[in-house]
């Protein structure tokens, strides 16, 4: 029952670009091919070459290929706290997504450089939140009369002009590891919180982990007037949640997990918090990328377990815990197609420019809005909570 990617999913899900999410970008200069038999040697001769000037940071989302090179690999709350500290690298090398590459970049010194390998490693979930919408939602609640008593906190998977934006009006960003604390954070500053880009994360939070009712949560649609709510609506909600989600674990349905229960008897689910509340609810164990990797690790030998989220991860996980029985939750496979945009030939190709002295797919964010959305990370990084693993 080890879940093997079918040609025909890879296509769709994993190797082509998906113009709705997705925007093409060219390499300036040769990618190298992806049948090159010298790639491996190529990445590690290069990464040789730099030594301790470059620092590598891989997602637990990204493809073996590339995780092989990566320096330290965490969730994006551990891989912010990496970023940061490092500061005698001069390149921060980050195998992930655009959102988390500029977070490294808000929160290194001026004189590091980060680099995504592949300009088109977007989130689509980052992008169902624009800066104008967020502000034009703001302005809403300033007219209800709102806007003073609301803490806004952004999940990690948001733009810098977001982070910027929470920063600005007293708020936080938030990360699966720690929205717990973020959100109660925010309670204790303000009545109401505008929770943003995610409502699942949002939701799963509010409830299961602040005991409010969904009742208390209202979702927001920023293509709708007034986010598609009443001004009493918005009045009497504890928590305002942004219409965005993740694509990839809006895959996994209470149906999932009824079916993974029945076909292997004893099987533990767990699930990421970006998955739908109806899944959480049915699950044994909700955590961050990170959590799901240490329950599994520290799980007995023989055990089963049904894993919610990326499919990276979890056949990793799979293949690292051989004594254990390692499923995918969902019958049919889902890769991030963002994250498996960089790849070995990306990799190889940012990492000999570097060799020769040009600073390629650089994520610079402009000084106001780094300004701002390091106001609202270090918030984040000064929650109190347990430090994250070191691998
Ligand atoms: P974490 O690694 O923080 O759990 O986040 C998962 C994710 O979807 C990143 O895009
Ligand atoms: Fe974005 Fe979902 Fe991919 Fe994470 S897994 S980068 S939230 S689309």
Known sequence: MEPEPTALALLLLGQQADPGSERGVECPGDLPAPSDPDLVSRARAAKEALGDRLFILGHHYQRDEVIEFADVTGDSFK???????????????FCGVHFMAESADILTEDSQQVILPDLAAGCSMADMAAIGQVEDCWRVLERVGVAESTIPITYMNSSAAIKAFTGKHGGSVCTSSNAER??????????????????HLGRNTAVR????????????????????????????????????????????????????????????????PECDYSVVEKADQV??????????????????????????????????????????????????STMNR??????????????????????????????????????????????????
């Open 79 to 93: 891989l912010s706290q990496q970023a940061a500290a490092r500061p005698e690298a001069e390149f921060i090398v």
């Open 182 to 199: 973020s959100m109660t954070w925010a309670f204790e500053r303000g009545e109401k919180v505008l929770f943003l880009p995610d409502q």
């Open 209 to 272: 982990d602040l005991g409010l009712s969904l009742d208390d949560c209202v979702i927001y649609n920023p293509h709708k007037a007034n986010g598609g709510l009443t001004d009493e609506q918005i009045r009497t909600a504890k928590v305002l949640l942004w219409r965005g989600h993740c694509s990839v674990h809006g895959r996994f349905t209470a149906e999932c997990v009824d079916d993974v229960r029945e076909q292997v008897p004893g099987v533990n689910v767990i699930v990421h």
């Open 287 to 336: 955590g961050s990328t990170e959590k799901i990797i240490t329950a599994i690790e520290n799980a007995p030998s023989g055990s089963a377990w049904a894993v919610g989220t990326e499919l990276n991860l979890v056949k990793r996980l799979a293949h690292a815990n051989p004594d254990k029985q390692v499923v995918y939750l969902d019958k049919t496979v889902c890769f991030c």
């Open 342 to 391: 960089i790849d070995l030939p990306h990799l190889v190709w940012s990492l000999e420019n570097l060799v020769a002295g040009n600073v390629v797919n650089q994520i610079v964010v402009d000084p106001d809005t780094q300004y701002w959305a390091k106001v609202a990370l270090d918030r984040m990084l000064a929650l109190p909570g347990p430090a994250p693993s070191q691998d």
